[in-house]
């Protein structure tokens, strides 16, 4: 059970990039949530993703030569649905489709990439901490920097882009 939670129920077996394809999976299943069962459902799921990879991640390096196997994707998934929801919850809150704010799950996908593989400040320094901690912090801070910039890339566009578009 561990090695199907840590690896997403097998996505983190995919090839190449796995931690691309698990990113993708929680960007496929956040956009489903948010337009046919709740939106509030991302954030929960932030929460599950969180517990689950803090149980399974270190069960599954207990014993291992390595510390941060491509396969374990769920520290990605609770990263991805943490940056998605910095844009899921006010479209939720506004009543607006994440399909017609298509921005709104993209950003949060190329941005936790970039910071997941370039792991600037914070985010490099959970990495090297190594160990199950250090497999799901990265990403978590990774999510967390992406949500943020996500919501200032909205900000400026709506206040900046378009009204000059209107």
């Known amino acids: 059970m561990e090695r199907m939670i840590a690896s997403f129920f097998g996505i983190g077996h995919l090839r190449p990039a796995p931690g691309t394809w698990g ?17 509030w459902l991302v954030p929960a799921g932030v929460v599950l ?19 941060d196997p491509s396969w374990i994707v ?12 910095f ?6 809150r506004h009543g607006v489709s994440i399909l017609d704010a298509w921005p709104g799950f993209v950003a949060p996908f190329l941005l936790f990439r970039l910071f997941d593989i370039w792991k600037p400040w914070l985010v490099g320094r959970a990495d090297r901490r190594g160990g199950a901690a250090g497999v799901m912090l990265d990403d978590l801070w990774a999510g967390l920097f992406a949500g943020l910039v996500s919501v200032m890339l909205a900000g400026l566009y709506h206040a900046l882009l378009e009204p000059m578009l209107s």
């Open 23 to 39: 990113s993708a999976a929680a960007v496929a299943l956040g956009v489903a949530a948010h337009e046919w069962l709740s939106p």
């Open 49 to 67: 993703a969180v517990l689950l990879g803090f149980w399974a991640v270190p069960r599954v390096l207990e014993g291992s030569a390595d510390k």
């Open 74 to 85: 769920i520290d990605e998934v609770a990263g991805q649905w943490l940056a998605m929801s």
């Open 87 to 92: 844009t899921v919850i006010p479209l939720a």
